[in-house]
């Protein structure tokens, strides 16, 4: 057997314990599978007297993670902090830059400073590796960026963070409050260190615009992703959904339209024949539509210690067989900047919530609003009471342009009747 793949390891959290773990567990067979073994030679995190539950004292400690990038007996760094910028780049930057390959689970700093990246590792000749990064423990770039590779890809959506599908589908099946399910979701270890990420979209946006980048081959635009996140779905808005024959997910949807790049992270109403409704917990799916491939459809667990540390040792196994391909599936070099398209422009159904107050006259208001805006209604799904003196309309659109929804909307933003601004959220078909 060959000499062993030296790993040097920063960040002792959830996924970084969780790596040891596997690599503890599993080492033999994955030996015999990468042709070598693979041992953590260094391994750094903030505070080094923390119970994490596993014996590290076999581990040379560094209590600084950038030490790591200069050790001479380390063949790969993988970083398990997290965050866009600061330790985690700094780290990146130093490891590729002293000719180390790189391993992350750190969408956020893939997304923003992924193209500089995989230029230095290319430049370099070295492995950049991300599988954990999008949908935790589904091999998912390694399907696009591989499996593939030989397909045109003009659309790539899906459900991308665990944390927001958990608790919308708690809310929906056991009628759980939002703030407890988000709290679980924390102890359990699938949120962000910082959860407004997750519930505001922006996980699930970093998620996408690296996928985006894979799929279509041009110059990751993690800036141009229309972000909405899940703060403001209230149990009513799932019951309506309901009553409709939807569910609420939160969706990444990536596409080409005319050459132009479309990103949107956005709740849906997702039918409930459509497989995507079916996707539960911390479960995350990705759909892609190769044009020769046909739909593609990866699902499994998204977020969680195991299954994300599946994804990093993984990709530690191809660094040590020599096969770690390329960074996206297009040379970064040739990744060119696309223009963005114009959400605007795009037409289907939207569901729209309005609180307003219980007085008359108020449903004839918006809908005047939305008649002036040319959008028809199709359905006004229920009122029912929202607090004292407020109650809760639920309308669905006929397929309308969704400026003119934004309009129909502006034009009621200075209505004393709106107790809290308008909810949007679109209906998912087969032209997103
Ligand atoms: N938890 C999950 O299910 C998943 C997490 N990820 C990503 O994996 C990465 C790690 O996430 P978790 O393990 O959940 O986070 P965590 O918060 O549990 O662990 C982070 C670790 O980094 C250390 N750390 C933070 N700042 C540091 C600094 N400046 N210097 C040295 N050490 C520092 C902390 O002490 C801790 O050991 C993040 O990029 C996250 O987005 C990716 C997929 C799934
Ligand atoms: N916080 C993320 C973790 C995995 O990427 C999520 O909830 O999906
Ligand atoms: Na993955």
């Given amino acids: 057997m060959t000499a062993p793949l030296r790993i040097a390891l920063a960040g002792l959290g959830t996924v970084g314990t969780g790596v040891i773990r596997l690599i503890e567990a599993n080492g033999a067979m994955i030996a015999q599978r990468a042709g070598r073994p693979i041992i953590v030679s260094a391994i750094s995190a903030r505070d080094r007297s923390r119970d994490r539950g596993i014996d590290l004292a076999a581990y040379p400690w560094y209590d600084q993670p950038e030490q790591l990038a200069a050790l001479d007996d380390i063949d790969c760094v993988v970083e398990m902090i997290g965050g866009s910028d600061g330790t985690a780049l700094e780290l990146a930057r130093k490891s590729l830059a002293s000719g180390k390959s790189f391993v992350t689970a750190n969408k956020a700093m893939i997304a923003h400073h992924g193209m500089e990246l995989a230029k230095a590792a290319e430049t370099g000749n070295l492995s950049l590796r991300y599988e954990a990064a999008v949908a935790g423990g589904i091999p998912v770039i390694k399907g696009l960026r591989d499996g593939a590779s030989a397909n045109r890809i003009e659309r790539v959506y899906g459900i991308l963070n665990g944390t ?8 929906e099946k056991h009628g759980r409050a939002f703030d407890d399910v988000l709290k679980d979701a924390q102890e ?8 407004s990420f997750d519930i505001d979209g922006v996980d699930a946006a970093h998620k996408l615009a690296i996928l985006a980048a894979l799929s279509f081959g041009k110059a990751l635009d993690f800036e141009g992703v229309e972000i909405d996140g899940i703060r403001h779905i209230m149990a009513a808005d799932i019951g309506q959904a309901k009553a409709l024959g939807y569910r609420i997910r939160l969706l990444g949807m990536a596409r080409i339209d005319d050459g132009k790049l479309f990103q949107r992270v956005n709740p849906y109403l997702v039918p409930e024949n459509h497989p995507l409704a079916h996707i539960d917990g911390s479960t995350n799916a990705v759909v892609a539509e190769g044009n020769f491939s046909g739909r593609l459809m990866f699902q499994g667990a998204g977020a969680g210690e195991g299954p994300t540390a599946s994804a990093v040792v993984a990709d530690l196994i191809d660094i040590a067989r020599g096969d770690a391909g390329t960074v996206f599936a297009t040379p970064a070099s040739k990744m060119e900047p696309c223009e963005r398209a114009e959400s605007g422009n795009r037409i289907g159904k939207s569901y729209i919530r309005f609180i307003v107050a219980d007085k008359p006259g108020v449903l004839a208001e918006i809908t005047a609003a939305m008649r002036d805006a040319e959008v028809s209604i199709e359905s006004l799904i229920q009122t029912e009471k929202a607090a004292e003196g407020s109650v809760l309309i639920s309308m669905v659109t006929h397929d309308s342009r969704e400026r003119d929804v934004s309009l129909g909307l502006a034009a009621l933003s200075s ?14 078909s087969d032209q997103d």
């Avoid at 927001?164 to 809310?171: I, K, P, S």
């Avoid at 359990?188 to 959860?195: K, L, N, R, T, V």
Wanted: charge should be negative.
């Fill in 164 to 171: 927001c599908n958990y608790v919308l589908t708690e809310m």
């Fill in 415 to 428: 209505s004393t009747s709106l107790k809290a601004a308008p909810v949007v959220m679109h209906l998912l």
């Fill in 188 to 195: 359990i270890g699938y949120a962000e260190a910082d959860p």
